[in-house]
């Protein structure tokens, strides 16, 4: 029986923040406000939280404090004031059961979801984030980390062509469900000469089911309940299906 997942709430997010670019050059912006994303987050964060980023580039520390300043700006920049901002990565790693019980938000970024994971795997992470009580967002990578089965879809070179490449990997267990993010961006990939969403994704979906979400779409789970929000397509058994639009929330539990 799986251990009973303690978390106030879960966003599984694509990419969860409105940064743009002026002139070729990177604005950061708040928390996206679409799909009413930044509103429940920032309902569900404690008033001025203690937040833990954790890394999925656990060795890359230059990218890694880059990433530490960019969700600093995030949180300035949508009005949520916050206490302390801390970096998990392999140099801190002994951190963990601390700096866990001292967050009130944990940030799991986005990567390579092979490399996150077992970095995830070494420290522990699962045994611990399902006793958390605070709120958990994932990026990309981290949102697919989430799952208790992960789907690792191919996306580096090479990957949908190694036969010993794991498609299926022991994820945190916040979840049930299994997301594709920046469906806007991926939907036309080739990758090893195969198109990633026909030629691997499909044949993969067989006995499954995957949710391929735009940027600015996610999933809530809380209170037992998961619901989806924004534009949001269900990939089971081969057939990929629109299940929601933005403005929309469709319930999955």
């Avoid at 392999?90 to 390579?112: F, P, Q, Y």
Wanted: hydrophobic fraction near 35%; aromatic fraction near 10%; proline fraction near 4%.
């Amino acid at each position: 029986m799986r251990e009973k997942i303690m978390c106030k709430a879960v966003f599984l997010t694509s990419s969860p923040d409105a940064s743009y670019q002026v002139d070729g050059t990177w604005v950061t912006g708040p928390f996206t406000e679409k799909n009413g994303f930044l509103e429940r987050f920032r309902k569900a964060c404690s008033s001025e939280p203690d937040v833990l980023l954790i890394t999925a580039t656990p060795d890359e520390r230059e990218k890694n404090q880059e990433m530490k300043e960019y969700f600093t700006k995030v949180f300035a920049a949508s009005r949520i004031p916050i206490k302390t901002i801390r970096l998990l990565e392999r140099s801190t790693k002994e951190n963990l059961g601390t700096w866990l019980e001292a967050s009130d938000v944990v940030i799991l970024g986005g990567g390579h979801v092979p490399t996150q994971n077992r970095f995830f795997q070494e420290i522990g992470l699962r045994e611990k984030i399902l006793r958390f009580k605070g709120v958990v967002m994932g990026i990309s990578a981290g949102s697919m980390n989430c799952a208790d089965v992960v789907y690792a879809q191919p996306e580096m070179k090479g990957e949908a062509a190694d036969p010993q490449y794991c498609r299926y990997l022991k994820g945190l267990g916040l979840t049930g469900t299994n997301i594709l993010p920046h469906y806007q961006m991926v939907k036309d990939y080739v990758l090893d000469g195969l198109r990633l969403m026909e030629q691997i994704t499909y044949p993969d979906s067989m006995g499954k089911e995957f949710y391929a979400l735009e940027d600015g779409s996610y999933i809530l789970s809380a209170y037992g309940q998961e619901t989806l929000y924004g534009n949001a397509w269900r990939i089971a058994d081969g057939q990929n299906i629109q299940v929601c639009r933005d403005g929309e929330n469709l319930s999955l539990s």
